[in-house]
C-alpha cells in the first residue's frame, strides 16, 4: 500500500510539473525566454566591451563585426564575431589552460599533430573534415602582441567536392580570476570559393591588451 502510494505522488508530481510548464508558455513565457537569451547572446557592444575583457579589449572592432556570446555546452567557453557583410563568423575559445595547445605549438610545428583532434573536440555540428593540409603559417599583429596562426584547407567528408578554408590563431591572455595565462583559440572556416583573408586579419588587428 505504501508503495502505491509513493507511485500515486510521484505521477502526481509530475503531472503538476507539466501542467505548470503548459501555463508558463501558453501565458507568453516563450517570448519571454526567447528574449532572455536574446539579451544575453547579443548584449549592447558597451556590455559586451565589458564583460568580455577576459579575452581582449574589443573596443576598437569596426561594427562591421557584430559581437555575441555564447553558451557554454561542450565544456569550452567562447564568444563569436559576425562579420555582416558576408556573414562570416570567428570564434574565439577559452581552453583556459595551455596544456593541450599553446601559441609556442605554432612555433614549433607541433600544432600539425594536435590540430585534428582539437578541431574534433570543438566542433558544434556534424560536419567532418578531411584531407587535411596546412598550406600556410604566420602571424598578426594586434596592440604589439603577436597572435600566430596557421592557414589549411580541407573538404568537407558530409558534402561531396565541398573545400573549405580555414585559419587557427591563438593567442594567451591573464584572466581576472585566473591565477595562470589563459590560451584562447580563434578559429574561422569558410567556403573556400568566399575566402578572404582580410575579414579576420581586420578582426585581430582591431584587438587591445
Known amino acids: 500500500m505504501g508503495c502505491l502510494k509513493k507511485i500515486i505522488k510521484s505521477i502526481v508530481k509530475k503531472i503538476i510539473m507539466i501542467a505548470l510548464i503548459v501555463a508558463f508558455?501558453?501565458?507568453?513565457?516563450?517570448?519571454?525566454v526567447k528574449n532572455l537569451i536574446n539579451s544575453y547572446q547579443n548584449p549592447a557592444r558597451a556590455e559586451f566591451v565589458q564583460t568580455e575583457k577576459n579575452y581582449a579589449d574589443f573596443s576598437s572592432v569596426p561594427n562591421d563585426y557584430q559581437l555575441c556570446r555564447c553558451f557554454n555546452l561542450f565544456g569550452y567557453k567562447k564568444i563569436n564575431a559576425k562579420y555582416l557583410p558576408t556573414g562570416q563568423?570567428?570564434?574565439?575559445?577559452?581552453?583556459?589552460?595551455?596544456?593541450?595547445?599553446?601559441?609556442?605549438?605554432?612555433?614549433?610545428?607541433?600544432?600539425?599533430?594536435?590540430?585534428?583532434?582539437?578541431?574534433?573536440?570543438?566542433?558544434?555540428?556534424?560536419?567532418t573534415l578531411e584531407n587535411f593540409e596546412i598550406v600556410q603559417r604566420g602571424s598578426y599583429i594586434a596592440n604589439n602582441k603577436t597572435i600566430p596562426f596557421i592557414k589549411f584547407e580541407a573538404n568537407v567528408k558530409n558534402i561531396p567536392f565541398k573545400k573549405v578554408v580555414g585559419i587557427v590563431a591563438c593567442y594567451s591572455t591573464k584572466n581576472e580570476k585566473?591565477?595562470?595565462?589563459?590560451?584562447?583559440?580563434?578559429?574561422?572556416?569558410?567556403?573556400?570559393?568566399?575566402?578572404n583573408p582580410m575579414?579576420?586579419?581586420?578582426f585581430i588587428s582591431a584587438l587591445k591588451f
Open 25 to 32: 508558455f501558453s501565458l507568453g513565457g516563450y517570448a519571454f
Open 89 to 127: 563568423k570567428i570564434t574565439i575559445y577559452d581552453l583556459k589552460n595551455e596544456q593541450k595547445i599553446s601559441p609556442a605549438d605554432f612555433q614549433t610545428k607541433a600544432i600539425d599533430k594536435k590540430i585534428n583532434s582539437l578541431l574534433d573536440n570543438l566542433k558544434d555540428s556534424i560536419i
Open 199 to 202: 575579414i579576420l586579419k581586420g
Open 178 to 195: 585566473a591565477k595562470v595565462p589563459s590560451t584562447k583559440l580563434v578559429l574561422t572556416i569558410v567556403d573556400y570559393k568566399a575566402y
